[in-house]
């Protein structure tokens, strides 16, 4: 199988997928990136990570398109994409309505912290990061990560109490995290929509991801690619479809992305 390159866009999640799940590092995904960005193939960063985060990940490796944060709720188009001033869409809930109904949960009883309860070396301590990524992970806009501090059968009526709530609870890498009924599927297809309606021909959708809030993003692709990670593979209604990488994190992404252009 070799994709045309004028007529693919990439999705990819973050952690654990294109960023090592320990050190965050995508420096042996780096030559698939240069191959990439050299064949001008757009890669869409679908993140629950927060908008500095991204912004900050996007200079480093080298790239400028458009991308999706905090699990579907946003959707940012740099300036110069479709219209010369930079625009934000919104998808999902304010993080006021999500941080309210948070704080109705924990008076009930429910045991979670969320990065809003918790001070920014906290939030370095738990999720490895240098209080500097720490913080920009801590400047949200349309979701919340708890570190869920409650059994299994807690979780799952939480889980219940929030989609009858508007909002939807999802378990990623690390963190069950809380935001508005849409998801990284979601905004791809609002994505995709807008890059034909300004004239880009889309035929192939590839998506790559390694956890829970990946599915709906792998479900909507024409090519989705389940990333290796330790511990058993999560079974997913579209795991028959998906390729499977045979390395972890991002020596698979890079793996996966030549094995489909070349």
Known sequence: MSLPFDKTIIFTDLDGTLLDHYNYSFKPAQSALNFLKKNNVPVIFTSSKTRPEVVSLQIEA????????????????????????????????????????????????????????????????????????????????????????GDEEQKRHFIKLAENHGLQAMQGGRFLSVGGQTDKGKAALKLIELYQQNGFDIQNIVALGDSE???????????PIWIKKSGPTPQTPFLNKARCTISYGPQGWAESIFQIFL
Do not use: V
């Open 62 to 149: 080298g790239i400028k398109y458009p991308y999706c944060t905090e699990n579907g709720g946003a959707l940012i188009l740099p300036a110069g994409t479709f219209d010369k001033e930079e625009k934000i869409i919104h998808l999902g809930a304010s993080y006021h309505e999500i941080r309210s109904f948070l704080s109705t949960m924990q008076l009930k009883g429910f045991k979670f912290e969320g990065f809003g309860d918790m001070i920014i070396k906290k939030i370095s301590q738990i999720t490895g990061l240098d209080e500097i990524s720490a913080k920009k992970a801590a400047q949200r806009n349309a979701s919340e990560p708890l570190l869920w501090l």
């Open 213 to 223: 809030n990946d599915k709906a993003l792998l479900s909507i692709a024409t090519h």
